[in-house]
């Protein structure tokens, strides 16, 4: 009698652990505990991750996909991103992102900013990009000159290199291969053509380097040589 009633208690204790111990796999088991991100390239991840951080641990149910994609959303660099949350624990994320058009040169570290204007980050190997000064306090100026990089490359033939801020309606615009600079009004691109064509005339005329051309001056392009010391 006492073997038997000896045996099931050891019997009823041996269930109750495995008990406890399936309920504790189980537990641990249904967590949030693996983030996988696709598509981060060009910036440091680590965002991502601090962005998601605090949904592991979390049971699943309890990980909207939909708030963490508006945390996504608010790293400066990301321009979408789709979020699925897995039953099985699992945080998949598919990151779009932003495409740096510029360098920010105001400020160290240096800034990638895109097309619109929109500081993404520090810049890193990137330095191939056209450079952007004084244009640091003054977002929607910073918009309008991207705009217009791609018409003044076009039209000047050579890639710009550097723009400065020099007013709310004056910009010096350094080209590849150039040696001079170009001062222009960047609500008026257009004058470029003209601009380019007085110092093609110049040139032909064998009138010496240029340092600069100012081209604010409707229908007027004002040449200044390159003074010899």
Not at 90 to 97: K, T
Not at 144 to 169: D, E, M, N, Y
Request: glycine share 8%; hydrophobic share 50%; proline share 7%.
């Amino acid at each position: 009698m006492t073997r038997r009633w000896t045996a099931r208690l050891w019997l009823k204790a041996l269930v109750f652990l495995l008990a406890l111990l399936g309920a504790g796999v189980l537990a641990q088991a249904w967590q949030v505990h693996k983030v996988e991100v696709v598509g981060v390239r060009r910036f440091d991840a680590t965002a991502i991750g601090k962005a998601l951080e605090d949904a592991l641990g979390k049971p699943p149910l309890l990980a909207s996909a939909s708030t963490l994609r508006e945390k996504l959303l608010a790293v400066p660099w990301v321009a979408d991103a789709q979020v699925v949350v897995g039953l099985d624990g699992s945080i998949r994320c598919l990151v779009q992102e932003r495409t740096p058009a510029a360098i920010l040169t105001d400020r160290q570290p240096w800034q990638l900013v895109d097309a619109q204007g929109k500081i993404l980050g520090p810049a890193g190997g990137e330095l191939d990009l056209p450079q952007l000064s004084g244009f640091a306090p003054y977002p929607e100026e910073r918009a309008r000159v991207l705009s217009i990089l791609p018409t003044l490359a076009a039209t000047w033939g050579q890639p710009v290199v550097s723009c400065q801020r020099l007013g709310a309606r004056d910009v010096a615009v350094l080209f590849a291969h150039e040696p001079l600079t170009v001062v222009l009004d960047p609500q008026h691109p257009e004058t470029l053509v003209h601009g380019k064509q007085v110092l093609s005339a110049w040139n032909k005329a064998n009138l010496g380097p240029v340092a600069r051309l100012d081209l604010r001056v409707a229908g007027k392009v004002f040449v200044q040589p390159v003074v010899s010391e």
